[in-house]
């Protein structure tokens, strides 16, 4: 029975040879693709748009806000009667004061740190579910599959989401930047997750070639 996901994980790994990328289901005629960097990049602003949204209604709920505040100080040496070099001009700026801005913020924290525990339960519980992916990907026709072409378990989503947030695009954007120079296509999060990012495509799409 020929597989309907890219090949690799099932062949010899001492063959030496890099997986093909792309192959038929001859039954189903559905067609996978390892899921290119912009396909990702697509996807990725998809899922954006729509955690702003739920973003949105969860500011309404915790009305979080940031006012900026001055604070009015006096100048060094302008309440002195003591005649120095740095108050010679006292006479000018007798009780001079400097405005200092401050910054005070009410929920703040709160509505951050809710949001970053919608945004992880979002990409895990999607990616790990038979869904396997975000609503986002699942309109690019993208899934998230282990290496053995399975459904991926909640504890490895959690894996590539945390790497992807602490490494893959803290660190300069690398580890998002190595899925368009890998050949399966895997970002760093992808790869110590044991991950592949895989794409349908129509059979009309897919053009085959033969190698002599």
């Not at 302008?78 to 070099?85: G, I, K």
Request: neutral net charge; contains cysteine.
């Amino acid at each position: 029975m020929t597989s309907d996901l890219p090949p690799g994980w099932n062949s010899p790994a001492s063959t030496g040879q890099a997986a093909p990328i792309m192959t038929q289901n001859t039954q189903e005629h559905t067609i996978w693709v390892y899921a290119g960097f912009w396909w990702r990049v697509f996807a990725f602003t998809l899922d954006y748009v729509f955690l702003n949204i739920i973003g949105f209604f969860v500011g309404l709920a915790l009305k979080p806000s940031a006012i900026i505040q001055w604070h009015e100080l006096s100048l060094p040496g302008t309440e002195s009667d003591e005649p120095s070099v740095t108050n010679v001009a006292s006479f000018m700026s007798d009780g001079a004061t400097i405005l200092v801005p401050h910054l005070q913020t009410a929920g703040l924290h709160q509505f951050s740190l809710v949001m970053f525990l919608l945004i992880a339960c979002y990409c895990i519980l999607f990616e790990a579910s038979p869904y396997r992916g975000t609503p986002g990907m699942k309109l690019c026709r993208i899934e998230v599959v282990t290496t053995a072409g399975k459904q991926v378990s909640v504890l490895r989503a959690a894996l590539r989401f945390f790497v992807k947030t602490f490494l893959s695009f803290p660190l300069f954007f690398i580890g998002v930047i190595m899925v368009g120079l890998t050949p399966r296509k895997q970002g760093l999060h992808d790869i110590i997750a044991d991950t592949l990012v895989i794409r349908r495509r129509r059979e009309q799409d897919v053009i085959f070639t033969q190698h002599s």
